[in-house]
């Protein structure tokens, strides 16, 4: 476990793997499958987080591929957001379901937990997980995270949506947030 994927930073071609994606069975936890107008703009949103990547330290999307082939399996990445008065990370992710239950998602996170702490921009990374869905909730906790209690997310808005909040603590950052 933990050394057979790569993630690798989202490109121009990779709106296949998320039209895969959008498959209902991985949207179901996120508000069902979106139209192609709204992929379009989420591609391009991830094409310029990784463009930005390693510069301004908000955050980029990822592919996940398997090892050893390079076959893209799904889809991982960390971004900013405010989190109880406070700058964090926020991490998500999905595995296309022929790829499912092979230790593909927990490996992936492990692998963005090391990207995000490298940043030394916030202290923490947290993930959301609707309170019903088990495999998502099991990453995290397989990946170190602590649980810190419910929450509520509209998700997409207008859309009420019970969550976990899971949080891992990154390591020291640069001079504040400590
Ligand atoms: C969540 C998801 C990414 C997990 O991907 P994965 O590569 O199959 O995950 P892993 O193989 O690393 O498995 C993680 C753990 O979940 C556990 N798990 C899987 N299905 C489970 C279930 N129904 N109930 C409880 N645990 C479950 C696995 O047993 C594994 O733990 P283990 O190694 O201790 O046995 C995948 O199910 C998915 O894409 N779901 C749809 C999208 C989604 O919900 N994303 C989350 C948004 S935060």
Redesign the pocket.
Known sequence: ?GHHVRIEPWSQSDLDLLRQMNAP??????GGPETEEQLLVRHERYVAMSAGAGTTGAGTMFRIVELPGGVPV?TIGYWERDWQGQQVYES?????PG?????????AIEAVIRKAAQERKHRYLH????VG???????CR?AGFTLMGECDFEYPPGTPLRCNDWRVELGPVHGRDL
């Open positions: 476990m069975e991985l949207m179901d936890h996120l799904g998500g992710w999905g595995v296309l790829f499912q239950g092979r230790g593909m998602a927990s490996a993930a959301y997980p609707s869905n088990p495999p998502s909730n099991a990453v397989k």
